[in-house]
């Protein structure tokens, strides 16, 4: 079974070592990590013309439609919530109907965490726009869509210097999914 | 032709008369403008026994797969990068293969908007990763997803306080979408 690994982890100083990090982890339970920085078989000759960005995305979404289930770093990236690229990998697979894995260093729940992002207390920011409070982990697209593909969403409570290097939580979401 | 009109919007004080105000903008074009906030016709009558967070999850996808597009607004919210939800629903709607349009409210490049929120001036942030520096407008799945999907990007410099209310960019994207 092959499982697309998204996260932010592709922004760390060593994102190949991790990317390693993270396969070994899958390889140890019987699957196949795949990684938004593996080159992809047989990719288009015509994609060598266009921008890198858009190839890395046209790539990044061939990945995940090579796979059969994805994994998603959901620790909160520059702001209250996943980082957007894992956000949109997430939808596209579940679009696919497969299912949707997540796991997150930081059990915070989100409306905690938009609380202290935008620095007030109530139900609104300082835009007068609604704090998202359903109890959740992230924006609720992103829990119901674990929820709905009979994923798991697996949380830490990293220290915060440890929350961008931490496997704990990765391969304990690794290891729910073996058992399942 | 009915498109999806993914955004934050959801959140701002009055959402049914931002909707609304959405809405108007699409039919004086011609086209049938969904809200997530709208009922779904025909709703599984089994989706009563879920948590409202995970109905609406739900219910926002079967919006999404009834339109023929999707138009995000991706001004930048609570961070760099656009809201997560509205990420999720376009990375759902490109892989379902019809084309995704964005417009947003800011037109500074999301390598500048990262590197101000993370308080830097070089390639990586505090924590050591990499500031995603390509001239987009957000993360490469985002642009990249929009694309490839023949979709178009529309961006418009509103006044800070405006940025929430401002439909010029709106307006102009969906009479691109008509122009097609």
Known sequence: MRLYLAGPDVFL?????RAAALKAICAHYGF?????????????????????ALRIARRNEAHIASCDALVANLTPFRGPSADAGTVFELGFMRALGRPVYGWSNDPTPFAHRTRTFAGVTGGH????????????????????????????????????????????????????????
Chains 1, 2 share one sequence.
Not at 32 to 51: K, Q
């Open 13 to 17: 100083p060593d994102p190949l070592a």
């Open 32 to 52: 196949i990590g795949v990684s938004p920085l593996d080159p992809l078989a047989g990719e288009p000759e015509d994609w060598t013309m266009m921008p890198e």
């Open 125 to 180: 920011d300082a835009d007068g726009m609604q704090i998202e409070d359903f109890g959740l982990a992230d924006n609720l697209m992103i829990e119901g869509a674990i929820h709905a593909s009979g994923g798991t969403l697996t949380q830490a409570a990293s220290a915060h210097a440890e929350r961008w290097t931490d496997l704990a939580a990765f391969a304990a979401c690794i290891a729910a999914i073996r058992a399942r």
